[in-house]
């Protein structure tokens, strides 16, 4: 069975745990780029921002981090997985 993935979203990383995260889906009369600058500077108040894809596995969220197309060669390195604290689920859901 394939691993649902939820979406693409920016997420903030501090000891190896997503501590924030925000999607990356604008809609379409909003300008993309100053949405991503809005997002990525809040993010970076809470932790070190990356981008990736949001997944559901093994019971828990996971922020599974994108490599930078450098890195997608023939042999590509494996993504870093990072899981997802319960208190930020709790606090986007709330």
């Known amino acids: 069975m394939k691993t649902p993935r939820l979406g693409k979203c920016w ?6 745990r997503v501590v924030n995260y925000t999607l990356m889906y604008a809609p379409a009369h909003v300008d993309y780029d100053a949405h991503r600058n809005a997002c990525v500077s809040a993010l970076e108040a809470f932790g070190t921002v990356k981008g990736g894809d949001l ?3 093994d019971n ?8 930078t197309h450098r890195n ?3 042999s590509p390195r494996t993504p870093k997985e990072y899981p997802v604290e319960q208190s930020v689920l709790e ?4």
Do not use: E, P, T
């Open 72 to 74: 997608r060669g023939k």
């Open 55 to 57: 997944i559901w596995r």
């Open 91 to 94: 606090a986007k859901n709330g």
């Open 60 to 67: 828990q969220y996971i922020f599974v981090q994108r490599l």
């Open 11 to 16: 997420a903030a990383i501090n000891d190896d």
